[in-house]
């Protein structure tokens, strides 16, 4: 059980927020990077079909399920140090994710056999987002409820988390199409592959500057005891299997994610192949940043008046509310198209900025139910979940791509053009229904409850 510690340290404050801040800023340097650019660059750039993209990506997912779980019970296992249980993991692992980030995009291998190509983005996916990105995105979710333990604390890490993935996809949403296109003979917008090598290479950089500032500012106060006991794969099992709010919150991830990452990832479809805009493209990252900001602002008090469950959902009902209005008007305008994706945005925004502190409402109500504490085994399973999000989005799309009859060649037909704005369109309206559905029937913590549960462990701990 979590324990608050008896030594003087540093109250929480800001320098926390923007130290959490920055460990997200690092992990969306890698992950918005593959979300927003891998398939193109391997569909457009090493010639491999969007369908066999989308695959490996879903079958990566089934490694995953071994990966986390796993990193879950060695954090959970590891003895705390005098930087905590959770902050040595950022600076042991932030090497080697950004290294296996560059490799993903080795356009030097792009005149190889289509074998060995396939080969290589397997073996660099698997290495980058299975292995390395695992290692460190589930000590760096867990280590929020260490943090602090007060509910208002972890809303603000949850808003600040939220702040440093908006800051990572802008700098890649805004400056990368800006970056990595370029027009060729036939007034086309097309990768130019040395320049993503470039970009990737900055990427790699960043993410681990951030993850180091994310170290040091940082504070575990809330020390959580090393987990003894022999590994039981029967009882953990059951216990998730027996774990509304788990579920609950992994499905209403998945739909999330199915949202968020298929529009990042059509951006780079929809711009400069349906609308020829690449500007609008930029702006759409600029957009999404400004609106995320502007909703960090109010969305704290609003989740405390409200509850987090009951604005994830009506911020739900207004994103499929508007990609349906696009999907109906079909527009040939960007900037019309931008206007109504950046309000649809706004529900995207909303559940993001929310969604961190909801999985510790999740690991509170475990608490408060089976008298254990197990922060690394809970933010495994809902890491992995938001792996499935990413499976399920990227193997939609590519599926889709394919069955639309995307490739290099047919990239600018018209019957492709218009396929790709339908998907642009219906994925994440779909996903943004089922969010809605699924936080209204599924997931259990309403406001009653959360606020049950603070003062149930507040009571069990003498505070």
């Known amino acids: 059980m979590a324990k608050e510690t008896t030594t003087t340290l540093r109250p929480f404050g800001m320098r926390d927020k923007l130290g959490y801040m920055f460990g997200d800023f690092g992990n969306d340097f890698t992950f918005i990077l593959s979300s927003s650019l891998l398939m193109k660059f391997y569909t457009d750039v090493m010639g491999v079909s969007a369908g066999l993209v989308g695959i490996m990506m879903m079958l ?5 399920a071994f990966t986390d779980v796993t990193m879950g019970q060695i954090v959970d296992r590891s003895k705390p140090t005098k930087d905590g249980k959770f ?3 950022l600076r042991r692992m932030c090497g ?5 980030s560059f490799l993903l995009y080795a356009t030097w291998f792009k005149d190889m056999a289509m074998g ?5 983005m397997f073996f660099t996916y698997l290495l980058w987002g299975s292995v390395f990105y695992t290692s460190i995105n589930i000590p760096y979710g867990s280590m929020a409820s260490a943090i602090s333990a007060e509910p208002k604390h972890r809303a603000e890490l949850s808003t600040f988390r939220t702040i440093g993935a908006t ?8 400056i990368m199409p800006l970056i990595i296109y370029y027009t060729n003979e036939a007034g086309q917008q097309v990768m130019a592959p040395n320049k993503v090598v470039i970009f990737s290479l900055i990427c790699s950089i960043g993410a681990v500057v951030c993850y180091l500032l994310c170290f040091h500012m940082t504070t575990e106060r809330v020390k959580v005891e090393q987990k003894t006991e022999k590994f039981n794969l029967g009882k953990l099992l059951k216990g998730l299997v027996t774990n509304k709010a788990l579920i609950g919150i992994v499905v209403a991830s998945i739909c999330q994610l199915l949202v968020q990452l298929t529009s990042q990832g059509m951006m780079a479809y929809v711009y400069p192949n349906y609308f020829g805009n690449i500007q609008a493209q930029s702006m759409a990252g600029l957009v999404g940043t400004a609106i995320t900001l502007i909703c960090s602002v109010f969305v704290v008090k609003l989740s405390t008046k409200l509850g987090r469950k009951e604005l994830g959902i009506y911020a739900s009902i207004l ?3 508007v990609f349906v209005i696009a999907f109906i008007m079909h527009t040939h305008n960007a900037w019309v198209f931008l206007g109504l994706y950046s309000v649809s945005y706004i529900g995207l925004a909303i559940f993001s900025l929310i969604c961190w502190a909801m999985i510790t409402d999740v690991i ?3 608490e408060v139910r089976t008298g254990s504490r197990s922060d690394g085994e809970i933010y495994s399973v809902y890491s992995f979940a938001r792996k499935l999000g990413q499976a399920a989005s990227s193997g939609v799309t590519g599926l889709l791509l394919t069955m639309i009859g995307y490739t290099a060649e047919t990239q600018f037909e018209e019957s492709v053009t218009n396929g790709i704005y339908n998907i642009t369109c219906l994925v994440p309206a779909i996903g943004y229904a089922l969010l809605a559905v699924v936080l209204f029937f599924l997931y259990p913590l309403n406001k009653k409850r959360v606020e049950s549960n603070v003062a149930e462990l507040a009571s069990r701990r003498g505070e």
């Open 60 to 64: 990566a997912r089934f490694v995953d």
């Open 87 to 89: 902050k040595p993991w």
């Open 96 to 100: 080697p994710v950004a290294v296996a």
């Open 116 to 120: 060995f190509k396939i080969f290589w």
């Open 167 to 174: 800051l990572a996809g802008t700098c890649i949403g805004v």
């Open 319 to 321: 994103g499929t509310v």
């Open 364 to 366: 509170d109500d475990t």
